[in-house]
């Protein structure tokens, strides 16, 4: 798990979006949990799926986490600003993958966790894989 | 990040334990949030190092997260008891690598998850590496 | 806020259950958090609405908390099992007021904390206020 | 519980902050959950103590909540930015008590809460009281 290559390394993001850490988000180590940082991505993700005007909270369809891949680089500490980035990996015809960064807002060569993550857009009925919809192809220049 | 063969499939887990979900667990989705899967595998390996008496907590060295992989297989709902289930996959100088599953309590077929996380020993202070407790290598095997 | 009388002091309960404090609980003080509280006290009460099968989470009516007193009385660590208590305060037209304690499961003279919440059913598109369900009248003997 | 007179009324607060929404503070009822509310206000405490340059997070002693009272007024939504307000109800010898309200970052008649929390200064090894801190009484302008 730990041979994949960093999607962010040299690109250019599709999506990048500041967050600040919160004290809750600490956990008895006294560093931030390993589960916050999928809050971080979620929260990103959707802020930008939202920019993008691509209806994800819909009655009828809607993306889930298939897969996740995440290295832990350094620990995040409290206070602290955090830039989370979107790289577009494969855009396929019922999922996407999108490689992610979060890096300290103030300084991006400091890389707190970087990876993966597949989403599939389903039939929130069914759970069945339904096409993409035209406006996430579009923001992904697809 | 899809092709990683279930660490879970045919084999004896090393550890075991049972959950219960709490209704905070749920998202706006109406299904458990994806990093709450990683709060219940926390929950499940820190009872199990508890149990074989390792060290985790203490003020000089402890494991943390390296790396992280897994496959979302379907929804958790409230109320549901859950399964955890920790396999050994690879027992290295400072770092441990195991496999997990979450599953139905009630019916083990079901299951909601499987991947493997990479748990490396470090030095609390300066955070390099250390090699892992004896009493891990115990449990382990090895 | 610290004169209100212990709502459970002498008293027989309406409902308890038990709950398992998860590690994720503590923050970096290795005390659960005061907000995890909450959380504990609403799996108590969404347990004790299901087994009554009063139907709160319907589409079209549901609980809302209004109001919120809590006396903190000594911290939770990790890990424990923790008993939730409820006691009804007062049945009104549209609201309910429970108390609660959450105590040791193990030593019920222990009592981390108490106090009383007020719910409040509401129409969900409206928000309005609606009278109470029947099933809750009948499990608070009203 | 309700018969407590908004601190925040008509007076101005000792400090005041803007937080950003996150989707995961959403229950299944698509509303902010009731225990998010208590981080929104511990976020604001610390950010308060911490420019006050208040050592709340030493090794010898630190604040913990010993009473809680809120007043839930409407239903707090994704996305959005709020302010959380701290007034000064009352400095005693080891506490002190804050009054709270989040608002609507953007329209301040907008009121989500209010309520107050008495904060009790501890010696964290023997969890009794101690003085508050001249840092904090200084802050508090006593």
Redesign the interface.
């Known amino acids: ?2 041979g ?1 290559a960093d999607a962010g390394a040299g690109r250019e993001p599709i999506f990048s979006t500041t ?2 850490v ?3 988000d ?6 931030v ?4 940082y ?2 971080y991505l ?2 990103a993700r ?2 930008w799926l ?1 920019q993008a005007q691509v209806d994800w ?1 819909g009655a009828d369809s ?1 993306p ?9 680089r ?2 995040i500490t ?2 602290g600003t955090l830039r989370v980035e979107k790289y577009l990996v494969k855009l396929g015809n019922s999922s996407v ?1 999108l490689g992610h960064r979060i890096v300290d807002a103030g300084d991006a060569d400091r890389v707190f966790c970087e ?2 993550i ?1 989403l599939v857009w389903i039939d929130k009925s069914s ?1 069945r894989p339904v096409p993409l919809p035209d406006s996430l192809r579009r923001v992904c220049g697809g």
């Not at 600490?26 to 560093?31: E, G, P, Q």
């Not at 949990?33 to 916050?36: E, H, K, Q, Y």
């Not at 889930?64 to 832990?72: D, F, I, R, T």
Request: no cysteine; proline share 4%; hydrophobic share 40%.
């Open positions: 798990v730990t994949l967050l600040e919160r004290w809750r600490l956990d008895a180590y006294n560093h949990n390993n589960s916050v999928l809050t979620e929260e959707l802020r939202s909270a809607g889930v986490a298939a897969a996740l891949q995440m290295n832990y350094q620990p409290w206070p993958t990876g993966e597949v759970g």
